[in-house]
């Protein structure tokens, strides 16, 4: 009876760190905003808590990526320079470039 109940045990294990467990969750994804011809593109991204976005500038220029609300703030992103940040919290984040504040952008994080 022990050794069923060992065995039972052992193979839930295995099952669970094989990902199949009930509640398994999905590894961090890293997602890309290009940022180009004065636009952010995708101009609208959904991500999930824990993603990476990457936002990278391929304009002539600098850019910044600016939460309205101040939640992430890059700086200046040079031209064919990155700057990434880590999904925190659920919620709709609009952003903006500081130095050009027609482009929008929006972060969705669910």
Not at 36 to 62: H, Y
């Amino acid at each position: 009876m022990r050794a069923l109940a060992a065995a039972a045990v052992i193979s839930l294990g295995c099952v669970w760190q094989a990902g199949w467990g009930i509640g398994a969750l999905a590894a961090p994804t890293t997602h890309t905003v290009v940022i180009a011809a004065m636009k952010f593109e995708p101009e609208s991204l959904t991500v999930k808590r824990g993603d990476t976005i990457v936002w990278i500038n391929k304009d002539f220029f600098p850019h910044t990526a600016t939460a309205q609300d101040r939640s992430f703030d890059s700086g200046d992103i040079g031209t064919n320079q990155s700057w990434k940040y880590v999904a925190k919290k659920d919620g709709t984040l609009p952003y903006i470039c500081t130095l050009h504040p027609t482009m929008k952008g929006m972060l969705i994080i669910k």
